[in-house]
C-alpha cells in the first residue's frame, strides 16, 4: 500500500498542485490596508469603490501616534501630560471640561482661549489637549508661543518665513501655549494676528493659552474666540499648584 511518486523528466518527484496562499497578517484586506465601498451601495452611488481605511490601518496608525518618535515631531515630549492624570482642583472644572469636549470633536466650538494664573494646570491640559486630538487621528501641533516666534525667525536667512507660516496655518489643529503679548513686541505681532485669523477664516481647530487677564490679550486675538459661533473663552481660576504642595509639605496644611 505505499504509493511511491512518479518521478517527473527533471528528476522531481510529482506532486499534488495546491494554489499559493499567502499568510496574510489580515485576511480582511489582504494586507493591502484599505477597502473599496462596494457593498450596500448601488454602482452609480457617490461612495460606490470609495477608499476606506482597514480596521488594520487604524489600529497601526493608533500605535504609531503614541511612539515617542511621532509625539516629538507634534511638538511633543515622549511622555506628555493626560486629561487621566489631571490633579483636577477648584477652578480647573471650566477649562478641563472645555478641552476634553473639543478634544472629542463634540463641541459646537474650535476656537478656545483659556485663560489664568501661572502654574495652575493650564500647561497640563493644554499637552493633554494635543495628545487626545492627535490619538483620535486628526494631526494636532504644539508650540509653546515664544518657541513658534523662534521658529519663524529662523526662516528668515532662507526666506521661508511664509512657508513656515503656511504650515501653522493649514495644519488641522494647533495649541499655543504660554501667550503673553511681550513676545510679539520686537518682532512677529503681523504674523501671529495673520495666523489667528487665517485659521479663523479657514475654521481650524485652535487652543490658545494664556496666563495673562483677558484685557492684556490684543482685541484682534481675542474677538476671534469671543465669535459666539466658533469660539469660546473660559477662565482657570486655581490657584498655583506648585506654590500649594510646598504648602502642604513645609507647613502641613491640607491638600
Not at 477648584?90 to 476634553?100: S, V, W
Not at 463634540?106 to 493650564?122: Q, S
Request: with cysteine.
Amino acid at each position: 500500500g505505499i504509493t511511491i511518486p512518479t518521478p517527473s523528466p527533471s528528476g522531481t518527484p510529482n506532486r499534488p498542485w495546491k494554489p499559493y496562499e499567502p499568510d496574510y497578517k489580515c485576511q480582511r484586506c489582504r494586507d493591502m490596508g484599505w477597502l473599496a465601498v462596494n457593498y450596500d451601495v448601488d454602482i452609480h452611488h457617490p461612495d460606490f469603490s470609495r477608499q476606506i481605511p482597514c480596521d488594520c490601518t487604524i489600529q497601526r496608525e493608533a500605535a504609531e501616534r503614541q511612539t515617542p518618535e511621532y509625539l516629538h515631531s507634534r511638538g511633543l515630549p515622549a511622555n506628555p501630560k493626560t486629561f487621566d492624570n489631571f490633579a483636577k482642583r477648584r477652578g480647573t472644572e471650566q477649562m478641563l471640561a472645555a478641552c476634553q469636549k473639543l478634544a472629542s470633536g463634540t463641541a459646537p466650538y474650535i476656537f478656545l482661549l483659556a485663560y489664568g494664573g501661572v502654574g495652575n494646570g493650564k500647561s497640563h491640559l493644554a499637552q493633554a489637549f494635543a495628545r487626545a486630538v492627535n490619538l483620535r487621528g486628526l494631526d494636532c501641533r504644539y508650540y509653546e508661543v515664544a518657541d513658534m516666534i523662534a521658529l519663524l525667525k529662523s526662516a528668515i536667512p532662507s526666506n521661508a518665513v511664509e512657508e513656515r507660516f503656511q504650515e501653522l496655518s493649514i495644519c488641522p489643529a494647533l495649541v499655543l501655549d504660554d501667550f503673553k503679548p511681550d513676545y510679539l513686541r520686537d518682532w512677529g505681532a503681523d504674523l501671529f494676528e495673520r495666523l489667528i485669523s487665517a485659521r479663523y477664516r479657514d475654521q481650524r481647530v485652535t487652543l490658545l493659552i494664556s496666563n495673562v487677564d483677558l484685557p492684556g490679550i490684543p482685541e484682534r486675538i481675542r474677538s476671534r474666540f469671543a465669535d459666539p459661533e466658533i469660539g469660546r473663552i473660559v477662565l482657570n481660576s486655581a490657584t498655583d499648584y506648585r506654590l500649594r504642595v510646598a504648602a502642604v509639605g513645609e507647613l502641613g496644611l491640607p491638600k
